[in-house]
């Protein structure tokens, strides 16, 4: 895309977002990637399978799109994705500021012409002459068209404002694990960045649910997934006890708890507090209506040095939650203070 002119761009802009708002589809960079394509042109064989997809189905939704996307838009990097990200919203805000600066223009231009043809009618009545009459009907001719204009401008920034609240919606979710709805991955790297930088002391708590492949194998995935996001919304709940706190989902059955201006006694008795409440979790399984067995976490705890890499602060942490593991599970492990 980069390859293109701004103003090509743009075009495209305005064919693919009405084109994924009318097929109900997020605007999110993997799916404006795919829709872009479509509208370019850029992958014939993208653009006849979804005019396939539209004529049997009627639409093309996110989940016809997440079949394409596999097949079409293979691995597209976390940074490209941002980049497209960051250009949809560049394009929103432009668009934005071009209606209401022609909105303006229109007023000025409105208020203007209305003083002047005032006093070109009060020079017709007084010369009485057909031209002079002709010309006060051209003149309110053009500032009825002007306000016709205007009209549709008001229209087109209404539009455009709620295309601006619905990237905005989801900009905000390609932070949210979809899973688990709490934080994912991506937020975790940048708020560690930021907490790290400015807070006095952080202290990083990571949580792996016990054997937890065996909850699989024996109640099956959709249990599973309820574990999981039992468990994080645990998380999530105790994070509310401490100012800043955040839980986030790091992967599979493993999350990330910060903790900003923590120091590392009040990190693992909150630590150990999570876990105590994760262990007196009761959950059913719904086929048999029997309890499932206890779910149990390990968890390591570090706290950031000055001057320590962030890498360096993920790795302690995890020591120390492969500590808690040999220890036996459900248990804390953390540096000495």
């Not at 068209?145 to 619905?166: P, V, W």
């Not at 194998?217 to 509310?240: N, P, R």
């Not at 048999?288 to 000055?306: D, E, K, L, Y």
Request: glycine share 4%; charged share 25%; with cysteine.
């Amino acid at each position: 895309m980069s390859s293109r002119s701004a103003a090509k761009i743009n075009q495209y802009f305005r064919q693919t977002i009405p084109m994924m708002v009318k097929n109900n589809v997020p605007i999110t960079p993997p799916y404006y990637t795919l829709w872009y394509s479509y509208t370019s042109g850029d992958i014939p064989e993208l653009s006849t399978r979804i005019d396939d997809i539209v004529q049997r189905l009627g639409q093309c939704d996110r989940y016809m799109c997440d079949v394409l996307l596999e097949e079409f838009v293979v691995d597209a990097a976390e940074d490209t994705l941002a980049q497209v990200q960051s250009s949809i919203n560049q394009v929103v805000k432009s668009l934005h500021a071009s209606t209401e600066s022609a909105m303006s223009h229109a007023d000025h231009l409105n208020q203007s012409m209305s003083a002047d043809i005032e006093k070109l009618s009060q020079e017709a009545i007084q010369s009485n002459t057909h031209s002079a009459y002709k010309l006060v009907s051209i003149a309110r001719r053009f500032i009825d068209k002007t306000e016709d204009y205007r009209t549709q401008l008001e229209q087109q920034n209404a539009e455009i404002q709620a295309l601006k609240a619905k990237v905005a919606e989801t900009e905000k979710q390609l932070f949210i694990d979809g899973l688990t709805d709490i934080n994912n991955r991506r937020k975790f790297n940048d708020d560690i960045a930021l907490y790290t930088a400015s807070a006095d002391k952080t202290c990083l708590v990571m949580v792996d649910i016990d054997h937890f492949k065996p909850f699989n194998d024996e109640y099956g995935h959709l249990l599973g997934d309820k574990i999981i996001q039992t468990v994080a919304k645990t998380l999530e709940q105790s994070c509310i006890q401490i100012p800043g706190a955040q839980a986030y989902r790091f992967g599979g059955e493993e999350f990330a708890i910060l903790l900003p201006n923590a120091n590392l006694k009040a990190a693992i008795q909150f630590a150990n507090d999570v876990r105590e409440r994760i262990s007196r979790l009761n959950l059913k399984n719904k086929k048999t209506g029997q309890s499932i067995r206890p779910i149990t976490t390990s968890v390591g705890v570090a706290q950031f040095q000055p001057g320590e890499s962030l890498e360096a602060l993920l790795e302690r942490a995890d020591q120390y939650l492969y500590a808690a593991k040999h220890a036996g599970r459900n248990c804390v492990r953390a540096a000495v203070a």
